[in-house]
């Protein structure tokens, strides 16, 4: 049931009680944030270096503790008929659990507030009629602004009470429509038990997520993110952790939820920040020449060019050393630079190799001369300067991006190590139309730095992390994926994205073949239904274009009770547009005025000649400013209270084809919670009809 605020309050008054516990978990929470403040490291301490390593985990900590006065400090309360962990046949008491974003305990260190991931707290996201998993009840609250104004009760362990309680939850449904002002928040307070399950996956495996939009499956990921760190906190801290989004504006969408949950030491990145660290990226490709260039083909490519430049010897080596001289013949290194081929390691691993295994054949020599070296001497070997020189010779070293340079510039190298790979057109299309006379001067396009970054991957391994959350994947081209997977080679990810909001031109046409790229191939594909964000009015009309987009795919059912508005206008003009803008704006959130990015000019005029104030996507929302002047092509992974969408034919007239630019489409329609106007001038596209 449910007790608002303003309803008589029962006699032993637990809406007080409850309000009671709040400001007491609030006393102690300040009460752990001080004594992190008051931590004397003066005598603790052994040197400089330590004492700079400790005061840092010690400020992490203290920001971790926090108290965010508009976020509540917990959202839930499980009331176990027995005590957990304890054998039901022993009759142990039950005990009592607030559920919140973060552990609470008083002064003799008791709990006032149990971590959401911790394993307690799981029965609130999974315990239900049919499996009540030992709770009496459990029990939500609802919010305003920071204070505790209702609480809605289930009975799971109760025969008489009916089931189904759990799906029309009022408070349930008032958190998630709540009004959107300002970044991304959490979702702790809402999370089912599909994507808790998902939440909770173990760190060793990969889980892929197809989910259509408002399933969750962007907060699904960063909640993964924080229950991990959770679960495993010494070995990711060793390893690292990172998320990985479409673009700048939304990673700034999103980068304060986890910092709301207490972790402060993910990294945030785009494709192209991984990759650009050897290519300053400042030119483009035209779709043709994109797709090649992200083909998985291209790789083998890369593989061939860099091996290249082995040449297998034809002259020995003659190392002097004193009075002696000793000769390793040509079929002999010949030998060890095939060995070292054979084995298939980085190109830069077995350049270092070579001179050691040189010297160890010099060793064996010396031995059966009878000396008795030992490891200095084949260093000092390895370090002569004929041997230096044979390495040279035999394996020179490769620079990455002269590499890439010359295959895109040098039509005759690129035709011998593309042979039987790419054709003579394929080869053409790539193939860079002007010399360049050096790196740095070249004008490399975002996927150059993708194959630059392959290319070093060759010769020399890259670091790999523990965890990788990896969102919007659905627009990543197979040797994206692949940068992104030597990114996490030794650990594991979480791949969120929709197939049907794929808009480049290289889209992933299935999770089976992305996560093979990725280089997981045993990778679980899970897959989210139910629609929490968009209104069942917005979604419907939206799931028209899937059979166009994307066939065969599960439509999002909107779980929704409240319908939203939505409403279709054709127009005159921009002073419609920014009339729907204004209209919208009277009501409480944020608003996203979203159009093709031809006519992002036209309307930000209107809107200036209006004197209505707007942000640009990324930007965070005030109450003072709520409108949003979003292109098309940035509205992904982006939600807005309210959306105005204008000229859907433009939307899809803005793409290099009629799919693109319809997947286009489907992304600008889904970006609202609560409601949607559409305004046109032009016809609407016939797949809408």
Sequence with gaps: ??????????????????????????????????????????????????????????????????????????????????????????????????????????????????????????????????????????????????????????????????????????????????????????????????????????????????????????????????????????????????????????????????????????????????????????????????????????????????????????????????????????????????????????????????????????????????????????????????????????????DPAKLVLRLLTDADFLAVHAEGILDEDEQKTILWAKPVRSVKSAKWSAADAVLIDEASDIVERTHSLGHVVLDEAQDLSPMQYRAVGRRCTTGSATVLGDLAQGTTPWATRSWDEALAHLGKVDGVIEELTAGFRVPTDVITYASRLLPHIAPGLTPVASVRENPGFFDLREIGGTEEVVAACVELLGNEGSTGLIAADARVAVLAEALDAAGIGYLDPGEETTEETRLTLVPASLAKGLEYDYVVLDEPQAVVDGEPDERTGLRRLYVALTRAVSGLIVTHVAALPGQLA
Aim: proline residues 7%; contains cysteine; charged residues 30%.
């Design 1 to 398: 049931m449910s007790t608002p605020v303003d309803d008589p309050a029962p006699l032993d008054d637990p809406l007080g009680r409850e309000r009671g516990h709040l400001a007491a978990s609030r006393a102690a929470l300040r009460a752990m944030r001080e004594d992190a403040e008051s931590l004397d490291i003066k005598d603790v301490t052994a040197n400089w270096v330590n004492a700079q390593i400790l005061e840092r985990q010690i400020n992490e900590r203290i920001k971790a503790l926090a108290d965010l006065s508009d976020t509540p400090l917990f959202f839930g309360r499980l009331d176990y008929l027995h005590a957990p962990g304890m054998d039901l046949a022993e009759g142990a008491d039950g005990e009592r659990f607030y559920i919140g974003r973060r552990h609470v305990h008083d002064h003799d260190g008791d709990p006032m507030v149990i971590d959401w991931r911790a394993p307690v707290s799981q029965p609130f996201y999974r315990a239900s009629k049919k499996d009540p998993m030992d709770i009496a009840l459990r029990r939500r609250f609802g919010y305003t602004r920071g204070d505790i104004t209702a609480y809605e009760d289930e009975h799971l362990s109760d025969p008489t009470e009916p089931s189904g309680a759990a799906t029309t939850s009022k408070l349930l449904q008032q958190e998630i429509e709540r009004p959107r002002v300002g970044p991304m928040r959490d979702i702790v307070a809402t999370i089912q038990p599909e994507q808790d399950e998902i939440v909770r996956s173990g760190l060793n495996g990969t889980v892929c997520v197809q989910g259509g939009p408002g399933t969750g499956k962007t907060a699904v990921g960063l909640h993964r993110v924080a229950y991990l760190l959770y679960a495993h906190r010494e070995r990711l801290a060793r390893t690292g952790t990172l998320v990985i989004g479409p673009n700048r504006s939304f990673l700034h969408y999103i980068e304060q939820v986890l910092p709301a949950l207490g972790e402060l030491a993910v990294q945030q990145a785009t494709v192209d920040d991984l990759v650009s660290r050897n290519a300053e990226v400042r030119g483009t490709d035209d779709a043709p020449a994109a797709v090649i260039k992200g083909d998985a083909r291209m790789a083998e490519v890369l593989r061939r060019a860099v091996y290249s430049y082995v040449t297998l010897p034809t002259e020995p080596v003659v190392v002097m050393r004193g009075s002696r001289r000793w000769r390793v013949p040509a079929y002999e290194l010949e030998d060890i630079a095939r060995e070292l081929l054979d084995r298939d390691i980085r190109y830069g691993a077995a350049r270092d190799a070579l001179p050691q295994r040189i010297a160890h054949a010099v060793l064996v020599q010396m031995e059966r001369s009878g000396e008795a070296p030992d490891d200095r001497v084949q260093d000092a070997v390895a370090r002569n300067t004929a041997v230096k020189a044979a390495v040279k010779e035999i394996w020179p070293p490769v």
